[in-house]
Structures are given as C-alpha cells and as structure tokens.
C-alpha cells in the first residue's frame, strides 16, 4: 500500500459544470497518474460532476474513443442532456433567473425550489431546459452546492450565503455542452451495474461512488432518494473486481473507512490486482467550516502509477515535466501496511 500526496488542483480549461458532493476536481494531480496510457472506451458509472472526463476530453485523451458516461441521478443527466441539445435556451432561461436572484435573493430561491422546481420534477417524466436551468441555478446559489432529497424525494437543500454568486457564465456552459456534443460521447440514466457488466479489455473505468461515510455524521449519499449503502459498495466492489479481472483498467475513489479497504482487501481483489493507495484530500462539504480540512481517502486501482506529468493546453496533448511539487502528483513514502 502506498501513500500519494494529492495537490492543489492546477487550473485547467475541463472546469466542471456543477459543483458536486464528492467532486473530484482537487484530486485530478493525483487522479492523472493512473490514467492508463492507452485505452479505447472510457466508462464513468457514477458521472456527478464528470471532473475526470472534463479533464479527459480537454487535452484530448479521448480524441477518437468512446466515452459512457452514466449516473443513477435523472435530475443530472437530465440537465446535462439539456444543455447539451438545447444549449441557447437553458442560458436564456438561466439569465432569467439571475436577474430575478439579484433582486430578491433569497426569496427567489426558495420560490425557484418549492413552487416551481420541485412540482415540476413531480409532475414531469422528462426534463425541459427550464428544469436544467433551474438545476444549474440551485446548484449555484444553494448551501455548498449539495443536491440532497428528502425520503419523499423532493430537492430540500437550503439557500447558499453568497454575496454575488456566477450563476451565469455563458462561455462555460458552451464549453460543456460542446464537450458533451463530442462524438462517441454517450450520457446514460442507469445504475453502475449495467455500465460495468461488459466492461473488459481495453476498457478505462473511473468510479466515484458516493462515499462510505467515516463518522455518522459524514454522510453525503442522498443522491438519489434511496442513498447508496453498504451493500451497495460491496455489489459495486464485486463488479469491479470481474471487469479488472476481464482485464479492464480500473480506477476507484473512496473515503478511508475501514469497510471500504476490508472490500478491496479481499482475495479476489488481490488476485484481480487491485490495490489500495491513499490520498491526501481536503474536504469541501461539511456542515461545520471547521471540518473542511485536510483528510485522508482511498484510490483503488490495478494501473500503475506514473511518475506525474503536467499536460500543458498550449502545447497540445504534449506533456510537460511539473518542477513544481505544489502541483505534482508526489509519492511520498511507502508503507507495507
């Protein structure tokens, strides 16, 4: 087992679109060095905010390959499928709302969540522009960007305490929907089962579950109504351990909690090559400012680490040796436990 240092995130033009319980953006110095060199279809199961295929796509790693991109939450990959298929008239709908919450605030929020962006999500199988833009207004303007639902299903996260938040950055929402746009790029409402049950050889499979929560107080699984449980990361831990032995590269994030590593302690883990190796994070997402500090999580993983490398957007897809630690995946010791 060993032990990686995970950076400041470098800035890089794949910027995701939502801020997501869980996003992976501040790990991406840490995450690139077990991208596997070649690769012919990416499969992201647990999709969020997509910071690894965003990064992916921006310096060109997926030129010429299939990405599927999959996640159990309607509400998201319906807004993505908006944006990507309808892209002028989210923005129009999202101007709206910015120039009613520069003059209401608050109150516009909870109007926006209770009287029009929940009924319509009950009321509608399919998601409208209307909705996404809503979605992508919520998101920006409510408490710590959480999307969490109530046992009856219904959006409950409370309003933000932002001064002037961006709610509309028009050359960013294009940049997604374009990337989204790329050929061989396929979004898909399901669960991880059915996106990892044929995975194999030459496949690259990033998962980000929700996390196994390290205290009682630590979880953030209500992304969909019913969560995400224990039983649920041990389906998805044999899943996994079949694609890498089908001879899939396999790349998975997760919290320290001891369950998590007794799942990829396992026999066949190990004989399907999988391995633990901790990074170190800060969490973004807590309930007191105080515990957003740094913490310790897991990536698992049967690709071998590379040294790091900086992929400068200027030079094309061309990499560039980091002399900079700061922003440098860093091995930093080795442990045998």
């Known amino acids: 087992m060993t032990t990686v240092q995970a950076c400041e995130p470098l800035s890089i033009p794949g910027r995701p679109l939502l801020k997501w319980a869980g996003g992976k953006r501040q790990l991406l110095p840490a995450l690139r060095g077990f991208y596997p060199v070649t690769f012919r279809r990416y499969i992201e199961p647990f999709f969020g905010s997509g910071a690894v295929f965003f990064d ?5 790693r997926l030129d010429g390959r299939q990405a599927w991109l999959v996640d159990d939450n309607a509400d998201l990959i319906g807004c993505y499928r ?3 298929s309808r892209t002028d008239e989210v923005i129009e709908h999202l101007r709206r709302l910015a120039a009613d919450h520069r003059a209401r605030g608050s109150d516009c929020y909870y109007e926006v969540r209770d009287a029009r962006f929940n009924p319509m999500r009950a009321a509608s199988g399919a998601y ?7 979605l992508i207004y919520l998101n920006r303007t409510g408490f710590n960007g959480l999307f969490r639902l109530n046992k009856s299903g219904a959006f409950n996260v ?4 932002y001064v002037n938040p961006r709610i509309v950055d028009e050359g960013h929402l294009r940049q997604v929907a374009s990337a989204l746009r790329t050929r061989g790029v396929t979004l898909v409402h399901g669960s991880f089962d059915g996106a990892l049950a044929e995975a194999g050889k ?4 990033y998962c980000d579950p929700p996390y196994a929560p390290v205290s009682r107080t630590a979880c953030f699984a209500n992304y969909t109504a019913r969560g995400f449980t224990l039983n649920d990361q041990a389906r998805l831990q044999h899943a996994l351990v079949a694609a890498a032995d089908r001879g899939a590269a396999v790349v998975l994030s997760n919290s320290s909690a001891p369950d998590i590593e007794q799942l990829y302690s396992t026999i066949d883990a190990r004989r399907a090559q999988l391995r633990i190796e901790r990074v170190s994070a800060r969490r973004a997402i807590n309930s007191r400012a105080d515990a957003r500090g740094p913490v310790t999580e897991l990536i698992v993983t049967n690709v071998a680490v590379r040294r790091s490398v900086h992929l400068d957007p200027s030079r094309g897809n061309r990499p560039m040796k980091l002399r900079m630690a700061r922003a440098s995946l860093r091995r930093i010791r080795t442990s045998n436990g």
């Not at 409370?158 to 305490?161: E, I, M, N, Q, S």
């Not at 030459?202 to 499979?205: C, K, N, P, S």
């Open 202 to 205: 030459g496949d690259f499979i």
């Open 128 to 134: 409208t522009p209307e909705m996404a833009a809503m």
């Open 82 to 84: 908006m944006l990507m």
């Open 158 to 161: 409370p309003a933000g305490r």
């Open 56 to 60: 992916l796509h921006a310096y060109g």
